[in-house]
């Protein structure tokens, strides 16, 4: 029987965006994995080639050791902090049943079992800011190497994309990973420990081909819009057990509901009838006076994360699916808020700007101080996120535009490709026409989404007083996000 296999700060990353995806790789091989996408291995090789780029310019030192013999790099990496190297690269830590590579241990004042220095730790992220995720692998590391060192770094580090270093207090982090690690020891040991659970991340997942159909399969209550994992484990003990029961789920009395709030079980029940009819059940909505989607433009943005960069700026006016298109592909930073500034110019002054989601907002803002912009632009916006959401019950979670087009309109959300996909295009010789392209498929998505979920369910507005519309009432204003 083989040995158990070693629990890795992968393992401790993978846990805290999904426990069943880390059981699934503490059990399975490599192998069983799906073959990464071209935009994903495109990004995972900017962010190794970052950490490469980086570290050439640091003195760095890292211990020498034969292909996966672990044990004999922990004893070369032993050797190197030893010596008192002021910077060990890829080091190798070993403790019971744990092996970790930190991207960097750095030398600092502080006596130990090595002398009168310790070692911190620190990992290089290609991130533009630091996440809990990422705290808690170096948080990992530190603890393996308190058992080389004899001592518990005071702090750990993130080295960020653009040079910055976070620091944080490995103490304050100590518990929370004392308890991913006895997790992964608990689904090492048996993989039916754990369940998948329909979520944001999915989508993205190596694992998908597997847990997805495995979901479907079961019916499993995870696919209904707005469940929970506590919601589903009370459900599932009352007897609630697939997408059919709960929309046929009427319980007498709290016991038999799980002591669940009345509220969310109705809503819980309408989105399993949404997902048993197969189709979005719309829900009636009062629309506000003051709000004319109709006469507003949608704007869409395509984004390099990476390179912090807008790499093309779609406009659709009017909102509808003839509106007229256009675009812009800014060739550089200082080119964006201008080409901005020319789709929105050529637009009516009071034509409220429908966009999805916080992308435009929050790189205009930045922009407008930049620039020292009319703020009056960002008053216009108007988040369809916000409105879809709320405009139907859907038939399975909705989390992003991909899922609102595909069981929302029936349509492939990615015939023109990933918007994920965006910076790797921008280096293609057909870059410019896949950008176009993808732009114009998303705001065509866009528009059909408003006119069947917003246009032809909302309520209209009630009928003005005699009064009001003795006096004449003025123009209203334009309709802006809440």
């Known amino acids: 029987m083989s040995e158990p296999r070693r629990i890795t700060a992968t393992h401790v990353y993978s846990y805290v965006k999904c426990p069943h995806l880390a059981a699934l790789d503490l059990h399975l091989p490599r192998a069983a994995r799906r073959a990464p996408h071209p935009w994903e291995e495109f990004a995972a090789q900017r962010g190794r080639d970052h950490e490469t780029n980086l570290v050439a310019t640091m003195a760095v030192q890292a211990p020498a050791y034969p292909d996966r013999d672990f044990a004999a790099g922990a004893a070369a990496t032993l050797a190197l902090l030893r010596g008192g190297a002021p910077l060990v690269h890829q080091a190798v830590l070993l403790a019971d049943d744990r092996l970790g590579l930190p991207d960097l241990l750095r030398r600092v004042p502080g006596g130990s079992d090595l002398g009168d220095f310790h070692y911190e730790v620190l990992d290089v992220k290609s991130s533009g800011r630091m996440r809990g995720d990422q705290i808690l692998q170096v948080v990992f590391y530190a603890q393996l190497l308190a058992a080389v060192q004899g001592r518990l770094p005071e702090h750990g580090g993130i080295l960020l994309k653009d040079g910055r270093e976070e620091r944080f207090r490995i103490a304050d982090y100590g518990a929370a990973c004392d308890e991913v690690v006895a997790a992964l020891r608990r689904l090492r040991g048996d993989l039916t420990a754990s369940r998948p659970m ?4 999915c989508g993205h997942c190596y694992h998908d081909q597997r847990c997805l159909p495995e ?6 209550l995870s696919l209904v819009a707005g469940m929970t994992p506590g919601a589903r484990a009370i459900l599932e003990g009352v007897g609630c057990r697939t997408v059919e029961d709960l929309a046929a789920f009427h319980p007498d009395g709290p016991r038999a509901r799980g002591h669940l709030d009345t509220a969310l079980v109705r809503r819980l029940r309408r989105a399993a009838e949404a997902a048993c009819a197969g189709a ?3 829900e009636a909505r009062p629309r506000s006076p003051s709000e004319r989607l109709d006469q507003g433009a949608l704007v869409h943005l395509l984004t390099d994360p990476y390179a912090d960069r807008v790499l093309a700026i779609g406009v659709l006016h ?18 964006e808020w201008p080409a901005f500034e020319r789709l929105v110019g050529d637009l009516p002054a009071r034509a409220p700007l429908l966009h999805f989601g916080p992308a435009l907002p929050h790189w205009c803002e930045e922009r407008t101080y930049a620039h020292e912009a009319d703020p009056a ?21 909705v989390f992003d535009l991909a899922d609102l087009v595909r069981v929302g309109l029936g349509r492939d959300p ?3 490709g990933h918007a994920g996909a965006a910076g790797m295009w921008a280096s293609e ?16 998505d866009l528009a059909e989404l408003k006119a069947r979920l917003l246009d032809t369910h909302a309520a209209p507005p009630p009928p003005p007083t005699a009064a009001a519309a003795a006096a004449g009432a003025p123009e209203p204003p334009v309709a802006a996000d809440e």
């Open 198 to 201: 329909l979520q944001a991340g």
């Open 377 to 397: 632009v960002e008053a216009r916006f108007v988040d369809l996120h916000k409105r879809l959401r709320g405009a139907a019950t859907y038939p399975r979670p």
């Open 429 to 444: 010789p057909d870059g410019a026409a896949r950008l176009a392209a993808k732009l114009r498929a998303d705001l065509d």
């Open 280 to 282: 979005p059940l719309p």
């Open 318 to 335: 009017p909102a509808t699916a003839d509106g007229r298109f256009a675009c812009e592909l800014p060739a550089s930073r200082d080119e």
């Open 414 to 416: 990615l015939r023109a």
């Open 215 to 220: 979901l479907a399969a079961r019916r499993d």
